[in-house]
């Protein structure tokens, strides 16, 4: 899946285009950074058998527990959530996305992260 990271000065933005997404697809987002503060997450269900989403953020693979930066609340077709922290400390610079359509695995799906860089 297509992860297009594009860095300014201390602001970066990262967007991830999955297509044939099911519950289990999970996306590695190389930020190149060990710490920064996600600001705003911006997912958009636009095709598929799924009728929402509800992705979760970490820094691990299968985010659970300790290393969940950020976790949705309500499941939706349009996610837009900003954050006052979001803070997250990961050694290996990347963070792995699990958007968690509620059915199919033919879906496509675009998120959009504005990540400041540093704490």
Not at 75 to 80: G, V
Not at 99 to 118: E, F, L, M, Q, R
């Amino acid at each position: 899946m297509p992860v297009q990271v594009t860095r300014k000065g201390s602001e970066i933005v990262a967007v991830v285009t999955e297509t044939a997404a099911g519950a289990a697809s999970e996306t590695e987002i190389p930020l190149g950074i060990a710490r920064g503060r996600i600001l705003r997450m911006t997912t958009v269900l636009t095709s598929g058998t799924a009728s929402t989403v509800d992705p979760i953020v970490g820094i691990a693979t299968n985010p659970a527990g300790f290393n969940v930066v950020i976790e949705n609340g309500t499941a939706a077709a349009t996610i837009d959530n900003s954050y006052a922290g979001g803070i997250t400390f990961s050694s290996s610079g990347s963070l792995f996305q699990r958007s968690k359509p509620d059915a199919g695995s033919d879906n496509a799906i675009t998120t959009v992260y504005h990540i400041a860089v540093g704490w």
